[in-house]
């Protein structure tokens, strides 16, 4: 079992930048790709970024492109989102997952992929 609680939340003017820990515990943080999603009132959760489990390959959604970065820290068992130049459109609760893997460089980009999720943070971006 892996415990996810993200933090960071919180309500930020348009153009302004957050960034959201996800601090896991119960099993070894490095042999976990990690990856962040959001959903926004009455949609689905879409996927935002993921990192794999070394660090070394990211992925992200064509929407964030440019304005966020996924990172992670496996000495905190932490992963992050910095998040930048926000727009309105980015209001959502985010949620951070993991997923058990053998593959250090691999990311995985579907929901459907990750074991294990977090309770989720409150992004709120005023125009």
């Known amino acids: 079992q892996v415990l996810l609680v993200e933090s960071g939340g919180g309500l930020v003017q348009a153009g302004g930048s957050l960034r959201l820990p996800c601090a896991t515990s119960?099993?070894?943080?490095?042999?976990?790709?990690m990856g962040w999603f959001l959903q926004a009132p009455g949609k689905d959760r879409e996927f935002v970024a993921a990192?794999?489990?070394?660090?070394?390959?990211?992925h992200y959604a064509d929407s964030v492109k440019g304005r966020f970065t996924i990172s992670r820290d496996n000495a905190k068992n932490t992963v992050y989102l910095q998040m930048n130049s926000l727009k309105p459109e980015d209001t959502a609760v985010y949620y951070c997952a993991a997923r058990a893997t053998d593959y250090s460089y691999r990311y995985y980009g579907a929901s459907g992929e990750y074991h294990y999720w977090g309770q989720g943070t409150q992004v709120t971006v005023s125009s």
């Open positions: 119960g099993r070894t943080f490095s042999n976990y790709a």
């Open positions: 990192i794999s489990r070394s660090g070394t390959s990211t």
